[in-house]
């Protein structure tokens, strides 16, 4: 099978049971990903295929081929890491980390689908406008990804400030 | 979970072919469900069949109706304008369900074909007719606080676990199929059965029959619908009741048309006809709601962990009306 992954096209030869989490962590051993339900549950395993966050434990690798992967080893950039990654330790928005990657992708996910205007389940207009990402539009967004240390605050306050517009100032 | 074989299809006629190749073919839409069961040995197919190549299209027409295509994914309709603003109780009923990453990849068609969460479906050590016909059910005398309160059996005390599907029942939602005879359409609220004596037989369809498309009749004061789910924690939980309702009330205050249908407390997404047929003609206050919702409850069962349900749902019923009458509470 053939996949693209972090912009780098990989070929790995898998039995057809193989999750999407396993083919990244078992066969290309990019780690940063987590199995934590392995249920689509906790959002540990969250990544981003095409932009579009998904549960990579309930995916079946052979259904995501020559589709563009990207896992938390695609987030930081030649200069350092992604401002949201920096934003989490700025704001103490992890403290085991092993829901971290999955908050990551699953924040930079969110905020894309709120920039074309994806209503949640508080959204009280239906109709139309843009989406104002307010702390119980965050939350309610986020809601896929569990974090058992309790770092909430700290992660609405990364996300906030990083990918909120209008709010980084 | 056990060895399959796997196949995408390009078109509905070659996936109706492609499932008839096997025994035990399942289609595979985003696999949220299915990959999950599939991994507990509770669905075993010897087939999948790759769906998702299949139209996804959301057609707005001009006569007020939408047609969805089955491969449209629950957050391409949750998000799309018309749905919004025509049938608004179909995108919250969509986002009131799952998580942000689920329905991104979940289909319309695999929704609709959900199984039920009931755990001792998912427990192999259980006993559960649902997954070994015959067997027993250990839920009825077990830990039931999930389970139906209308329309279930000394078989099964499942529910069918959709939000959507609450929508697509009250507001007369048609299923496009397509199988090895061809094609035919189906109501939503005819699709999924009661459990009877067979609560392993979950539908009407035939072997291999694909969902192609639902589409949803115009209903123009559908503009003003809703849905509203009880559940155990405000996010990302399977509902405990909810209510899907549109209401169409004339300007002498009487109820001139109503919508209305129930989750989480029965094996189908439950359309309460009884309750809609109590409303129409009277007048649109509490009263009369709270009348209409007894009179649907009125055969519901509770067991030992889920009897509080009967009164939620009435309730539930009740507050959502008074809200689409304008929190008219005489």
């Avoid at chain 1, 950039?77 to 992890?94: R, V, Y």
């Avoid at chain 2, 005398?141 to 309160?149: C, E, L, T, V």
């Avoid at chain 2, 005390?157 to 397509?178: E, G, I, N, W």
């Avoid at chain 2, 189906?186 to 539908?203: A, S, Y």
Wanted: charged fraction near 20%; hydrophobic fraction near 40%; glycine fraction near 10%.
């Amino acid at each position: 099978m053939r996949f693209t992954i972090n912009g780098q096209a990989v070929e790995a030869s898998v039995d057809l049971r193989t999750s999407l989490l396993d083919l990244l962590r078992d066969h290309l051993h990019l780690y940063g990903t987590k199995k934590g339900c392995n249920q689509g549950a906790c959002g540990a395993c969250t990544v981003l295929v095409d932009g579009n966050r998904i549960n990579s434990c309930l995916a079946l690798a052979v259904q995501y081929q020559d589709r563009a992967v990207t896992t938390v080893e695609g987030l930081a950039g030649e200069h350092g890491l992604h401002p949201l990654q920096q934003a989490f330790i700025e704001h103490d928005g992890f403290q085991c980390g092993y829901c971290t990657p999955g908050q990551l992708c699953s924040a930079i996910g969110m905020a894309a689908e709120a920039e074309r205007g994806v209503p949640s389940a508080v959204t009280a207009d239906l109709s139309a406008g843009p989406v104002v990402l307010d702390h119980d539009e965050l939350r309610e967004r986020m809601s896929g990804n569990l974090c058992r240390c309790g770092a909430y605050n700290g992660i609405v306050e990364a996300i906030t400030q990083t990918l909120v517009t209008g709010a980084a100032e | 979970m056990r060895a399959f074989s796997y196949a995408r299809a390009e078109d509905a006629s070659a996936a109706v072919r492609l499932a008839g190749a096997s025994a035990r073919a399942r289609y595979l839409g985003g696999g949220t469900n299915l990959v999950d069961l599939m991994r507990e040995t509770v669905e075993q197919p010897d087939a999948l069949v790759d769906v998702t190549a299949l139209p996804a299209a959301i057609e707005a027409r001009s006569d007020g109706s939408i047609l969805i295509g089955a491969g449209a994914s629950n957050t391409a309709v949750a998000a799309d304008l018309a749905v919004r603003t025509r049938f608004p109780a179909l995108a919250r009923a969509i986002l009131a369900g799952a998580s942000g990453q689920i329905r991104n990849m979940a289909t319309v068609g695999g929704n609709i074909l959900q199984r039920t969460r009931c755990t001792y479906f998912y427990d192999d050590a259980s006993r559960c007719n649902k997954r070994a016909p015959g067997a027993g059910c250990d839920a009825i005398d077990g830990f039931n606080r999930i389970h139906a309160i209308l329309g279930a059996s000394p078989a099964c005390v499942a529910t069918h676990p959709s939000d959507m599907c609450v929508a697509l029942a009250a507001l007369d939602a048609t299923v496009h199929l397509q199988g090895h005879g061809g094609s035919r359409t189906m109501r939503l609220v005819d699709l999924h059965r009661l459990p009877g004596g067979r609560p392993h037989v979950e539908t009407e369809l035939q072997r291999d029959e694909l969902i192609t498309a639902v589409e949803l009749p115009a209903l123009p004061f559908a503009a003003g619908s809703t849905y509203r789910k009880v559940r155990d924690r405000a996010s990302y939980a399977f509902a405990l009741v909810s209510v899907a309702a549109a209401l169409d009330v004339g300007p002498d205050g009487t109820v001139r048309d109503v919508r209305l249908a129930l989750g989480g407390v029965a094996h189908k997404p439950w359309r309460a006809s009884i309750a809609e047929a109590a409303l129409r003609g009277r007048p649109a206050t509490a009263d009369s709601f709270r009348d209409a919702a007894d009179a649907e409850l009125a055969d519901a069962a509770g067991l030992r962990h889920n009897a509080f349900k009967i009164d939620l749902a009435r309730r539930t019923v009740a507050a959502t009306l008074e809200g689409l009458a304008g929190g008219d509470r005489t």
